[in-house]
C-alpha cells in the first residue's frame, strides 16, 4: 500500500511552482532569455490601473480689468450743431464739413430685414477733410426725421452706398443714404450727420422734395 504524507506533498507543490515561476520569468533552463509581457491598451478603453489623459493646450486668459458691475459710467456728451438748411455746408470743425450735395425723391425697393418699399428720399451728402490728419468714415452716422418727428426707415440696397474707409486731409468723400418717408411728411425732414463720437453732430432742415 502507498502512504502519502500530506507535508511530502506541500513541498513537492511548492517545489513545482516555484519552477513554473522560474521558468516563466527567466526562460527555459536552455539559456533562452523571453522579454517580458507588455500590456496593451483594448479598444475604446484603457489598461487596467492606468489613467488615460488627453494634453490640453493652454488658454490665454486677459487680464482683469478696472470697475465692476456696480460701477456707473457718465454717458458722453453729445454736441449737436445748430441746425442749417439744407443746401447749406455744416461744419464738424473748422477744417471738416459736410454737404447734401443733392435731395431727390425716389421709389425705394426693400430687400433687407424690416426695410420697406414704398416713397423715399435720396440723399448724396460730401464730406470734405482740409485738416492734416486722415480721418475714419468707417463709423459715419446718417438719420432722418420727417415733420412728424418720425424716423426715417433706412434702406440698404441700391442706390444707397454709405461712407466707408479712411478719408486723407485735404480730399473729399461722397456717400448715398436712402430712407422712406411718406410724401406729405418732408415740410420739413431734418438730417444728421456724425462720423465720430469724439466731434459734434451737424444738423441740417428744410422742405425736401
Known amino acids: 500500500m502507498l502512504i502519502v504524507r500530506p507535508a511530502l506533498c506541500a513541498a513537492v507543490l511548492a517545489s513545482l511552482t516555484a519552477t513554473v515561476a522560474c521558468t516563466s520569468t527567466h526562460g527555459p533552463s536552455s539559456g533562452t532569455t523571453h522579454s517580458p509581457a507588455v500590456s496593451t491598451t483594448p479598444p475604446g478603453g484603457t489598461a487596467s490601473g492606468t489613467v488615460a489623459t488627453t494634453p490640453t493646450s493652454a488658454v490665454p486668459v486677459p487680464p482683469p480689468t478696472k470697475g465692476d458691475i456696480h460701477q456707473t459710467v457718465p454717458a458722453q456728451k453729445v454736441v449737436t450743431r445748430r441746425a442749417v438748411s439744407l443746401d447749406a455746408t455744416a461744419?464738424?470743425?473748422?477744417?471738416?464739413?459736410?454737404?447734401?450735395?443733392?435731395?431727390?425723391?425716389?421709389?425705394?425697393?426693400?430687400?433687407?430685414?424690416?426695410?420697406?418699399?414704398?416713397?423715399?428720399?435720396?440723399?448724396?451728402?460730401?464730406?470734405?477733410?482740409?485738416?492734416?490728419?486722415?480721418?475714419?468714415?468707417?463709423?459715419?452716422?446718417?438719420?432722418?426725421?420727417?415733420?412728424?418727428?418720425?424716423?426715417?426707415?433706412?434702406?440698404?440696397?441700391?442706390?444707397?452706398?454709405?461712407f466707408s474707409g479712411t478719408l486723407s486731409g485735404g480730399r473729399s468723400a461722397v456717400g448715398i443714404y436712402v430712407f422712406t418717408v411718406p410724401v406729405g411728411h418732408r415740410a420739413p425732414v431734418s438730417v444728421t450727420v456724425s462720423y465720430t463720437a469724439a466731434a459734434p453732430v451737424v444738423l441740417f432742415v428744410g422742405n425736401a422734395a
Open 91 to 162: 461744419h464738424f470743425t473748422s477744417a471738416i464739413a459736410a454737404r447734401l450735395t443733392r435731395v431727390e425723391a425716389i421709389s425705394a425697393k426693400g430687400n433687407g430685414p424690416g426695410e420697406i418699399s414704398g416713397p423715399a428720399l435720396e440723399l448724396t451728402i460730401k464730406i470734405t477733410n482740409d485738416s492734416k490728419s486722415s480721418i475714419d468714415l468707417g463709423n459715419a452716422v446718417v438719420n432722418l426725421a420727417d415733420s412728424r418727428k418720425q424716423p426715417g426707415l433706412p434702406i440698404a440696397g441700391a442706390p444707397a452706398k454709405p
